[in-house]
């Protein structure tokens, strides 16, 4: 016989908890389970840790305004002083981007570096 809940029910129970916290609260995983009760006690880890992933997701897109899914999956309260990077670029960019990497012989990543500097510089304005 299985003891327990399913991992949705577990996931729902855990983001009514997270948006009930207050603002700034540090370790976000594990004060939401302590606050889990009977439920978080009966759960496996497996299925606590597969919730918690879903609750993260959920909270960051529910409720952007409070939460925001750093690039490590990290769940961090939205102080207004970080602002999400936009990791989007079109095809063509990309391709564009790709063969200027090849014709100036250097990687992607450093010719974004020197464009950067040249713009900080004032080169491209």
């Known amino acids: 016989m299985k003891v327990g809940s399913s991992k949705t029910k577990l996931a729902q129970g855990m983001l009514e908890i997270l948006i009930q916290l207050p603002p700034g609260s540090s370790n976000l995983k594990e004060a939401v389970v302590a606050r889990l009760g009977l439920l978080g006690e009966m759960s496996p880890t497996r299925d606590i ?9 959920k909270a960051a897109k529910d409720y952007p305004d409070r939460f925001l899914l750093n690039d490590r999956m990290v769940l961090q309260w939205n102080d207004g002083k970080t602002v999400p990077l936009d990791k989007n670029i079109s095809a063509v960019n990309f391709k564009k981007l790709n063969h200027l990497a090849r014709r100036e012989n250097c990687s992607v990543d450093k ?15």
């Open 49 to 57: 840790d597969e919730a918690w992933k879903q609750t993260k997701k």
């Open 111 to 125: 010719l974004i570096s020197t464009l950067i500097k040249s713009y900080e510089k004032g080169i491209c304005r």
